[in-house]
């Protein structure tokens, strides 16, 4: 170290266990890759992941999506919304065409091979989160805020 250099001051370590034991952000990252790891074994067998399932759920509507509007849902930036959809358009999951109201738009639309993975994925996805739910003291409540998170 150079002379005259002082160094800089060290964070407490009862700082980093504050941390550890209050911060929520930390809490709910930890709670969803649980649960992601969770939902990921139960697709297993469809080589579905949860992130695949919830992408092709929110396409489940009577009208295709523009991708601005799913990746706003899904909270997802559209870069990293179209990087998720790429397997899926490549499995012939989805399909990506341009909206004929505005050219520059592009709308989702789940193929009939993405609704029968979704058709067979939706009960082992209700099984799970039932299961889950019975671990949970009050899921309506943490539903909610959670929620609340997400309203800005």
């Given at each position: ?109 789940i ?8 058709a ?33």
């Amino acid at each position: 170290m150079s002379i005259g250099v002082t160094p800089p001051p060290e964070l407490p370590y009862a700082c980093t266990i504050e941390v550890r034991d209050a911060c929520l952000c930390l809490h709910v990252q930890r709670a969803a890759r649980a649960l992601a790891r969770r939902f990921d074994d139960a697709f297993r067998s469809l080589d579905l992941t949860n992130g695949q399932f919830s992408l092709l759920m929110s396409l489940n509507r009577p009208e295709p999506p523009s991708i601005g509007s799913v990746a706003a849902l899904l909270a997802m930036d559209r870069t990293t919304l179209t990087a998720a959809l790429k397997p899926l358009v490549r499995r012939r999951l989805v399909a990506v065409s341009i909206d004929k109201k505005d050219r520059r738009s592009r709308l989702l639309r789940i193929t009939p091979a993405g609704r029968a993975l979704l058709a067979k994925a939706f009960p082992i996805w209700r099984q799970e989160h039932a299961a889950l739910e019975r671990h949970i003291p009050h899921p309506a409540a943490l539903r909610t805020a959670l929620l609340a998170l997400t309203k800005e």
